[in-house]
């Protein structure tokens, strides 16, 4: 069950949510929940009982130094409130860690804190790995499953069938209670896969701008980016056929963006990309 500290009265909440894991290539996803929390100075207002949706064993407890005192912390997922967004709506961040089991009570008990905070816009955010190269835009997929919610964000209707996530089903199953639901999701270049990839954080750090009509502050994210940028640079400069693959997927996205490439073909990559993923892992 959820443990609560004090509930805020908030103003037209916008709810954001980010998982590690399955969910999250490169970090990407919940590195733009850890930046708004940051720049927002958020506070935590509640918490997941992890004995009840985590197995220990998957996401173990880490213990670390503070002060010369050993502290343990559990897997779980938090609830954080933001009040000083810089425009007229307050968030509500979601900070967590995939499930291991019970995800219909998970996202049940979520839903029902939603609720009582008066959320009216419900953001899931994700990243996967994708054949992509690293020297173009990251792209960001933003699609809803409500046809007022596509029109009123301007975002397409998902297509993917497949095996999905706790994004996913939180995705769903916010759009079947009635709320305005949309989901972006970053492709990550996956030669360049490992965490952090910050240039994916930043261009879904900028969908969420686009999805709210807000400014947020980027902080050094996009320096970092750049950085991360010039870093794959050399790597792909040093090895030769590293260097003809990312032409080659160059080649391949500035033919996607051709202005006669269909959103429904660029649609069909996406969920081949995650088709692809979801056969790599249980392959292992």
Request: hydrophobic share 40%.
């Amino acid at each position: 069950m959820l443990e609560f500290e004090d509930m805020p009265m908030l103003n037209d909440p916008v709810l954001i949510a980010a998982f590690e894991g399955w969910n999250d290539a490169g970090e990407a996803a919940t590195s733009v929940v850890r930046h708004l929390a940051d720049v927002w100075d958020a506070e935590v207002v509640a918490a997941f009982d992890p004995e009840d949706y985590y197995d220990f064993q998957v996401n173990r407890p880490r213990v670390a130094m503070d002060d010369g005192q050993r502290i343990l912390s559990w897997p779980t997922t938090r609830i954080l409130v933001a009040t000083e967004t810089g425009f007229e709506r307050d968030v509500v961040l979601v900070q967590g860690i995939e499930p291991s089991m019970r995800w219909r009570a998970f996202t049940i008990e979520l839903l029902e804190l939603a609720q009582q905070l008066g959320v009216t816009t419900f953001i899931t955010i994700g990243a996967l790995l994708a054949d992509v190269p690293h020297t173009r835009p990251i792209p960001v997929t933003a699609t809803a499953e409500d046809e007022d919610v596509m029109h009123r964000f301007d975002v397409e209707t998902s297509r993917y069938e497949g095996p999905t996530g706790i994004v996913g089903v939180l995705t769903h199953t916010a759009t079947e209670a009635g709320l305005p639901t949309v989901s972006a999701w970053a492709a990550v270049p996956h030669y360049a896969g490992g965490a952090p990839s910050p240039k994916a954080t930043l261009s879904l750090l900028r969908r969420i701008e686009s999805l709210l009509g807000a400014t947020i502050p980027h902080g050094d994210l996009e320096e970092i980016a750049r950085a991360w940028e010039r870093g794959v640079d050399e790597l792909a400069q040093s090895d030769e056929e590293v260097a003809e693959y990312v032409q080659s997927l160059e080649e391949a996205q500035d033919t996607a963006e051709l202005p006669e490439a269909s959103g429904d073909a660029i649609a069909r990559e996406f969920e081949r990309y995650l088709r692809g993923r979801d056969d790599d892992q249980t392959g292992r």
